[in-house]
């Protein structure tokens, strides 16, 4: 399959180029680092397809994922695109127990979106930050009062959810 024709067909909507990409990413078809290979020189729209992608296949199959797709995703967090922002947060949700010894750095990332303005950058945040807190490193009460403290500053009673539902546990 070529990535590059599949990003430029008029004839599909992204989330069917999501789908497809995807799917290929899952049965082996296209490799994570040649999809990280066009999407780093892409633009952001093409980039957060590529990302959704990803988020679609992890979701399904986050044993798929390796060191480089985690890096990529840990390196969009703080993109200028929102769309770019909030599939990366929720790849990093998706594989965080995967690399629990390397999430120091999209932590901080994570972090900084949950003071975003876009709310589905704040849920995807959310998101990924209560995946991590499950984990055994990060179950602690520094982390949880962090989330605590996000949550009473939280406005959308959606995110607050979020965040609740791993708080009162």
Request: proline share 2%; aromatic share 8%.
């Amino acid at each position: 399959m070529d990535l590059d024709v599949l990003l430029k067909r008029k004839d599909l909507k992204p989330k069917e180029k999501t789908e497809v990409m995807a799917d290929a990413i899952i049965s082996g078809e296209l490799a994570i680092v040649d999809i990280i290979k066009v999407a780093s020189t892409a633009k952001d729209p093409a980039k957060a397809t590529c990302m959704e992608a990803f988020e679609y296949a992890t979701n399904k199959k986050p044993e798929i994922a390796n060191m480089e797709l985690f890096m990529f995703a840990q390196n969009n967090i703080g993109a200028k695109a929102p769309r770019l922002k909030w599939e990366s947060a929720k790849v990093i949700g998706n594989i965080a127990h995967l690399y629990s010894e390397n999430l120091e750095e999209a932590i901080a990332g994570l972090l900084e979106n949950t003071r975003e303005e876009g709310t589905v950058v704040r849920w995807s945040a959310a998101y990924a930050l209560t995946k991590i807190f499950h984990l055994s490193k990060y179950s602690n009460d520094d982390f949880r009062r962090t989330l605590q403290d996000i949550c009473e500053s939280e406005e959308k009673n959606s995110i607050k959810k979020i965040y609740l539902k791993v708080l009162q546990n």
